[in-house]
């Protein structure tokens, strides 16, 4: 079992900057892939960024690519997400999630966290115009 806490959401100007958290608890983190989504209101969960259990491998949206850097920290069991140039359709509850069979290739392809083997619960960030 692995338990995921996002934190670091916010209120932010469009331009500006958050970085997001995602401490990891229970098994071996390094196992899993990893991977970022975001659900704005009304609409659907979509992918936005992944990371291979190394950290050797990453993978875009091509949305945010440029803008966000998704990066992770094994020794410490925390996935990070540096959101650069915010706009305001970046608006939205981002969650993390993890996967042993799931590449982060692979979840380019996914649209949910929740068809991953774990998420947590999420963390609003609304970028003001």
């Known amino acids: 079992q692995v338990h995921l806490v996002e934190s670091g959401g916010g209120l932010v100007q469009a331009g500006g900057s958050l970085r997001l958290s995602c401490a990891a608890s229970?098994?071996?983190?390094?196992?899993?892939?990893m991977g970022w989504f975001r659900q704005a209101p009304g609409k659907e969960h979509e992918f936005v960024s992944a990371i291979s259990w190394s950290g050797g491998s990453t993978y875009y949206a091509n949305s945010v690519k440029g803008r966000f850097t998704i990066s992770r920290d094994n020794a410490k069991n925390t996935l990070y997400l540096q959101m650069n140039s915010l706009k305001p359709e970046d608006t939205a509850v981002y969650y993390c999630?993890?996967?042993?069979?799931?590449?982060?290739?692979?979840?380019?392809?996914?649209?949910?966290?929740?068809?991953?083997?774990?998420w947590g619960q999420g963390t609003q960030v609304t970028v003001s115009s």
């Open positions: 229970g098994r071996t983190f390094s196992s899993y892939a």
């Open positions: 999630a993890a996967s042993y069979a799931t590449t982060a290739q692979a979840m380019g392809d996914i649209s949910s966290p929740l068809l991953l083997d774990y």
